[in-house]
């Protein structure tokens, strides 16, 4: 397993449970994008035009939340904050409430589950809302879990399943012919495997022996900001989001406010703008935010693929099986991405579920080239 993130912690998880011999290689496992996220399950909020094939996908991984949460609890023995308290979108303006009309007109020709509200319904929903604001849209599916309770959770549960976890950095696939064999540390060293999966997120297209072609995926940067408040008086009891921002509320007091989405390479760095919106677009919506302490502002590269679907499936030489591309999902499809790769693993065919995002759409090659397909 190269890459050591929820997706890639998920898979081999998942995989050890079906009795395979598992080890994942990351330079920091369970950092990166998972440690930068904001942990929403959104499949409802965050569908867009055009993707309605990701959108099935989306919402199958959504009914899988709760018994994923649940397993991975009793695997780990520790929480993952998971939470169905829905998402509500509400508009600033006379502009933005159009802009919401739109969207949700959209999402009940998608058969979605949405209820529109007045500006009043709003706020007695959540009080502190601004009192400027015009209308909402509440989508009761749309949940969230703590990203980084379930990154360390995760962790524990490979630990107990056997996975071996090894800090360094792969430099390369080791090929013989057309098959994998196995990878090559960066520090020289050879770890022999069946199969490789590419789970490494924006950096998986940058992999010695893996052609960029093959897995066409960038990275997105996004800067999100973490605010604390007493537990006792939440800001908010589920997910606020705007146009242009999300506020996300944690139970222990913790308030996540993001994202930007910025085409700027592997660039890492917060900048003061980015704050600076954020908190502006964020108090617009909910006044009380100036109450709250700024505790840490982060950066995550989301990896973005193409069209803004996963990558998932066999791809290159026979062995090497992709999973990345998850851009603004990743955290909400873990379940259905782990699922799907680790029966791939197994049985050596592609689960329908996933067929329709074969890493060959881009190329040209055809769904499950370089390995078995169903």
């Known amino acids: 397993m190269v890459g050591g993130g929820v997706i890639g912690l998920g898979i081999a998880w998942r995989a050890a449970q079906a009795g395979l011999s598992v080890t994942v290689v990351d330079q920091t496992p369970g950092q990166g994008a998972s440690w930068a996220a904001a942990g929403m399950l959104a499949p409802v909020t965050e569908v867009h035009y055009g993707e309605r094939p990701l959108l099935a996908l989306n919402l199958e991984a959504a009914a899988r939340w709760p018994s994923f949460a649940a397993a991975v609890e009793d695997a780990a023995g520790r929480p993952v904050g998971y939470r169905p308290a829905g998402t509500l979108a509400v508009a600033r303006d006379t502009d933005d409430n159009a802009a919401l009309e739109d969207l949700y007109q959209f999402q ?123 537990a006792d008086q939440p800001l908010c009891q589920r997910n606020v989001r705007g146009l242009e921002v999300y506020v996300v509320p944690r139970g222990d007091g913790r308030v996540v406010v993001g994202a930007t989405v910025e085409e700027q390479g592997f660039d890492t760095r917060v900048t003061a703008g980015a704050v600076g919106d954020l908190l502006r677009a964020a108090l617009e ?89 169903s």
């Open 108 to 230: 009940l020709r998608c058969g979605l589950r949405v209820e529109r509200l007045r500006s009043r319904e709003c706020r007695q929903l959540e009080p502190g809302l601004a009192p400027s604001i015009r209308g909402g849209v509440l989508a009761p599916g749309d949940h969230q879990v703590d990203n980084r309770a379930l990154v360390e959770a995760l962790l524990v549960a490979c630990q107990r399943a056997d996975v071996r976890l090894v800090e360094g950095r792969v430099a390369e696939l080791a090929v013989e012919g057309d098959r994998v064999t196995g990878v090559v540390l960066g520090d020289g060293e050879r770890l022999a495997a069946g199969a490789a999966v590419l789970a490494a997120g924006c950096w998986s297209g940058g992999l010695g022996g893996v052609a960029a072609e093959v897995v066409p995926v960038r990275p997105v940067k996004g800067q999100l900001l973490y605010l604390r408040g007493p």
């Open 285 to 373: 919506l909910l006044p009380d935010v100036a109450e709250l302490q700024l505790a840490e502002t982060v950066v995550g590269l989301r990896p973005g693929s193409p069209d803004n679907a996963p990558m998932l499936g066999t791809a290159g030489p026979e062995g090497l099986v992709v999973a990345t591309g998850h851009y603004r999902n990743g955290i909400l499809l873990t379940p259905v991405t782990a699922d799907a790769i680790a029966e791939l693993l197994a049985t050596g065919r592609v689960p329908e579920l996933i067929a329709p995002f074969t890493p060959g759409r881009f190329a040209g090659a055809p769904a499950g080239a370089g390995g078995r397909r």
